[in-house]
């Protein structure tokens, strides 16, 4: 059973940065990751997505501010922020998915989430 745990949230001033770690469990082969980000009463969004060709993919307004990476040696992805904004702020969840998610295949997988928060 695969397992993702977050972490690395936190409260940052604006024009700061953080970086996010999900740390995966019980992984048998490889499979696509992504990073979704969620306020209340919003729809869950994709911010950035890297499928096992290495592939990536990022929301348009994280697009030169966000970096998504793994280490396979660790089973870890990480989502660089910088320059992060008040309209960042959202709890960021990890995902995991068999099927391409840069392509818009839905994640099999959620870890539990991480806050961040920005202040202007």
Known sequence: QVQLAESGGGSVQAGGSLRL??????MTMKYCMAWFRQVPGKEREKVAAVDTDGHTLYTDSVKGRFTISQDSATNTLYLHMTDLQPEDSAMYYCAASLFPLT?????????QGTQVTVSS
Request: hydrophobic share 35%; charged share 0%; with cysteine.
């Open 21 to 26: 770690s999900c740390v995966a469990s019980g």
């Open 103 to 111: 392509l818009g295949y839905a994640p099999s997988t959620w870890g």
